[in-house]
């Protein structure tokens, strides 16, 4: 069977979970987030829909649920310019890189929980990250004012900018920033988008510091932004490509590649530098495209990142109604508006770099015939996790021939081996350990009908040690703690709980839904220490956006409807 239906059927609402097996740890805390697109407009792609936050309580009784049970909230993030479509739904509609209005594109935050001390955030790739209340899980404001982005990536119109960046940026626990990228069209050395370093201090408030990567110019995305201590990392992720014939409303011809640019850049070199100034990376290149990486914190023998790969994984193309599966079967109705699933088992890495020699240093590489949709992983994001990582957990969703169209296999034919994506394998759980990447457990979920998906990493007695980080458990480093791994199904939600040490003796305990709710598609998800109030900081107001000539872009009878989200918006602060 494809994936579940629920994935596309399922509402957004609150409900309980209660434990069905095993027993719930007293010594795991806090809560995990997860991002997720809405269904509420009708766009042909749903990873561009708007925005939702759901957030799954690790203790009972907590966030308003019954005591014994576990709290599952969502709460739909509204942006100004989901606020804009709530006046007008009929001035949006479907483009390439999701909604485009007369307002505008507008910022549909819906890819990644971004948890950062005792703030939250959530991303996406076409927007500025967007701050939420860690309470109430409301919108609060954007990141960065448009001005100091240095205007939209491209000119579209309308009040609400268009910014290109990355869906995973990352936060700084040493300068306490954040570091991002705004991708933006050049001429030279050819026409491509050049990326710059988008650095945004907490103490700037609402203005971000941009630097161009002098002399780069590539056709990509940068999905992610990965650093150690002094670098930061950054790639054309290279499986989501801008097809001009489809953007014109024709066919999509363009493939994703077989390597991707990589980009090194010293922190030291734009300490300090005014917003503007261009800096120079190191380049690399890395082999297969990717999703994901993360690199650890300590970079005193080199720059050592885990590259989660995404061989013949191409995140452009999506399933269409009309569609057929590999095996010439009609597309199920459930997969339709979700992305063509992998379509060769996939690689996951370790390399270290050194970017004084140029050399890359292979450490350890995992591939095997059942490593299909390495989709999601998780690991401890504390200080003291990153600088000494131990455990990579990951979970590979398997093949799903009912997933991937005869229309993506004909783009592929000679790149893929359609005798390996025939029939449906088994999804897993694994743990890798980090820079050998030996296989050091695997949990199998043998019932096809399960979908594993955005497991998140929950350290064990937080708050244990007075020295400690306020993410850091008593053993930092991925194996001293609990996966938490969702498992969509169209029976009812579950959510596994694992010791992250003994992945492969099975969940040790079980919650699912008193209801036996099933929950729509989620995307990354993040463990955070449970915070309740929003911190006093000078933040963006949209208001400060809406000037007379931004306002004169946008057609004169919607102006009060933008005038009236300045208000609204300005009251959140
Ligand atoms: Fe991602």
Redesign the pocket.
């Known amino acids: 069977m494809p994936v579940p239906r629920s994935l596309t059927t399922a509402p957004h609402r609150d409900f309980e979970l209660e434990v069905v097996a095993g027993e719930w740890p007293a010594d795991i805390s806090g809560e995990v987030l997860y991002s997720s697109p809405q269904a509420l407009g009708n766009l042909p792609y749903r990873i561009f829909d708007w925005g939702a936050i759901c957030r799954l309580s690790l203790e009972p009784g907590t966030r308003g649920a019954s005591p014994g049970r576990f709290a599952w909230q969502s709460v739909s993030i509204e942006t100004p310019g989901k606020r804009l479509f709530n006046r007008h739904p009929e001035q949006f509609s479907s483009g390439p890189i999701g909604y485009v209005s007369p307002f505008g594109p507008p910022n549909c935050s819906n ?2 929980p971004l948890p950062w001390g005792d703030r939250l955030y959530t991303t996406w790739d076409a927007g500025r990250p967007v701050e939420l209340h860690p309470g109430t899980l409301e919108f609060v404001s954007e990141v960065g004012h448009v001005d100091s982005w240095g205007g939209s990536s491209m000119p579209m119109g309308g009040i609400l900018p268009f910014l290109f960046s990355s ?2 940026p990352v936060a700084d626990p040493e300068r306490h920033c954040l570091w991002t990228v705004k991708l933006a069209p050049v001429m030279e050395p050819t026409f491509g988008m050049q990326p710059s370093l988008v650095r945004w201090d907490r103490a700037d408030g609402t203005q971000v510091k941009v630097h161009p990567l002098e002399g780069v110019s590539f056709s990509g995305s940068i ?2 932004v990965s650093q150690t201590r002094d670098w930061v990392i950054l790639c054309d992720s290279g499986n989501f490509k801008a097809d001009a014939a489809e953007m014109m409303g024709g066919e999509r011809t363009t493939t994703i590649d077989d390597e991707v640019p990589v980009w090194l850049v010293r922190k030291d070199a734009v300490e300090g530098l005014p917003s503007g100034t261009p800096v120079r990376p190191v380049c690399f290149t890395m082999s297969p495209p990717n ?2 990486y993360y690199a650890r914190w300590d970079d005193t023998d080199g720059v050592s990142v885990v590259w989660e790969g995404m061989d013949l994984m191409d995140l452009a193309l999506y399933m269409r109604p009309d569609d057929l599966d590999v095996n010439g079967n009609p597309v199920d109705p459930g997969a339709v508006g979700l992305y063509n699933m992998a379509m060769a088992p996939e690689t996951i890495v370790e390399v270290v770099f050194d970017p004084n020699s140029g050399k890359v240093l292979e450490k350890g590489l995992f591939r095997t015939d059942w490593t299909f949709n390495l989709q ?1 992983s998780a690991m401890d994001w504390s200080l003291e996790g990153m600088t000494n990582p131990t455990l990579h957990h990951v979970s590979y969703q398997g093949c799903r021939p009912g997933n991937i169209s005869a229309r993506a296999a004909k783009m592929y034919e000679g790149r893929i081996d359609l005798d390996q994506v025939r029939e449906e394998t088994p999804g897993a759980l694994c743990s890798f350990e980090r820079g050998s990447m030996e296989l050091k457990g695997r949990w199998e979920y043998t019932d096809t009908a399960d979908h594993i998906t955005s497991p998140a990493f929950a350290p064990r007695d937080v708050g244990a040690l007075a020295a400690a980080s306020s993410y850091a458990g008593r053993e930092p480093g991925g194996h001293d703690g609990y996966v938490v791994q969702a498992v969509c199904n169209d029976d009812g939600f579950r959510v596994e709980l694992f010791d992250a040490a003994r992945v492969s003796a099975g969940p040790v305990a079980v919650l699912k839904g008193t209801g036996k709710e099933s929950i729509p598609v989620i ?2 998800s993040a463990w955070s220490p449970a915070n309740h109030e929003l911190v006093d900081a000078e933040r963006l107001r949209f208001s400060r956006e809406v000037t007379d000539e931004s306002l004169a872009s946008v057609p004169e009878e919607l102006r009060a409807a933008v005038r009236a989200v300045a208000e609204e918006t300005d009251a959140l602060l």
Do not use: E, I, V
Request: hydrophobic share 35%; aromatic share 0%; no cysteine.
């Open positions: 890819t990644a869906a995973h999905h992610t999703g994901h999601l995307l990354h």
